[in-house]
């Protein structure tokens, strides 16, 4: 399990670190969304191994959020056109 926490955590910094060398706003948009949910892996995986069902809740309230933040930023962007 330690290995996958790991893994995850490195795929999470590789993804945070092309998001900033991304040109598109789409790209950026779509990395955003990608970090947040291995945010969320992270969490569930360390709720599963240490028992602590509070944490599952915090990963399901995180994943409302990011879906509802994906959803303004990209109407904002339709919108506006570029930021």
Do not use: H, P, Q
């Amino acid at each position: 399990m330690k290995f996958l926490m790991t893994g995850l955590f490195i795929l999470a910094l590789l993804i945070l670190l092309k998001l900033f060398f991304k040109n598109s706003i789409w790209e950026k948009v779509l990395l955003f969304n990608l970090f947040s949910m291995k945010v969320v892996l992270i969490l569930l995986v360390y709720a599963v191994m240490g028992g602590l069902n509070y944490l599952m809740d915090i990963a399901f309230i995180y994943v409302l959020l990011g879906f509802m933040s994906i959803v303004f930023i990209t109407r904002f962007i339709r919108k506006r056109g570029k930021i």
